[in-house]
């Protein structure tokens, strides 16, 4: 946690630093992007910690384990694909949920597939692509993008242990 | 994404913490309710540095990516290289669906390859790099990593497989766009 931490402030101020020495107001504005996101954002994310808490404490450490645990194979991964596609919101909100989830005892095969599905198949986003691009893209975009949670859910829970 | 639809998250995510916080009421009583806002507060508390962190790698990678060039490359054409910077666009370009999809819409509109649109979404959904930080923030150098492993060859190959299996049948796929 703490290098993670310490990594993601090298590449911050390494950033930083970059768009300092550009001679426009990169640096600037990023910063304010950034700022305003997480003004944006912090309402969500407050919930988000807060259902995580929940879940901590809540602690459904069978039923989590039952459904998506370590040893409930591919239809584990399934579920976690399914789970996946019905997350809504942001990065910010899913990840914190995603990552409660595995501390109370889901599975790697299951955990990466959820993330994977909400990437690449979350209804929500869908909804999006549609209009912009039309049935036949889309349903020749998901029929691909369908394999990916797959993929990563076979290989979490068949080749990689925890 | 989140920020097209702040309202229906936060009322779906309010709705979510109301349903817990009342079975922990049942499980526990007061004390588990406030069990539960506390650990979580604890936990943001934790992710906080990073989490700043996160946001400014994110708002600088928006400043410093140009939307212009990320066009650019998606034009210039199918095959192998065209396919390839399609995926450096999809992996660079920041926003939500909002943004992507309506240029994606464009694009295929005015004539781009079905692989190279393809390669494109495929890899903003598994490449993104402004989804990186917050990713390797609050889920974890281990997953993270692990997850970037294993999907890094797919946005190329859906592109290649799109193109190679479904190219000559675009213009069909193109009129279905209304």
Known sequence: MIE????????????????????????QRGTTLGWQTLKRTLPLLILAFVIVGYVKVLAPQDTVRSWIGPDSGFRGVLIGILAGMLLPGGPYVVFPLV?????????????LAMIVSWSALALLTISFELPFLGWRFSVLRLSLGL???????????LFIVG | MGRWIPDRTTLFLLAVVIVLAGLAWM??????????????ANELLRVTPMLLAAFLVAGLTQVLVSREVIERWLGSGAGWSGILLACLGGALIPGGPYVYYPIAGALLGSGAGLGVLVAFISAKNLWSITRLPYEFALLGARLTLIRYAVTFLLPPLFGLVAEAVFGSKIDSIRGAMR
Not at chain 1, 11 to 26: E, N, Q, T
Not at chain 1, 99 to 111: D, E, F, I, R, V
Not at chain 1, 147 to 157: D, N, Q, S, T, Y
Request: aromatic residues 8%; glycine residues 18%; charged residues 10%.
């Open chain 1, 147 to 157: 394999f990916a949670p797959l993929l990563v859910g076979l290989i979490g829970w």
């Open chain 1, 4 to 27: 993670s931490t310490a990594i993601m402030i090298v590449i911050a101020l390494g950033m930083w630093g970059y768009a300092r020495s550009r001679s426009d107001d990169s640096a």
């Open chain 2, 27 to 40: 499980q526990g009583g007061l004390p588990a309710v406030v069990d539960g806002i506390s650990s979580g």
């Open chain 1, 99 to 111: 990552a409660a989830l595995y501390h109370s005892g889901a599975g790697l095969g299951p955990t």
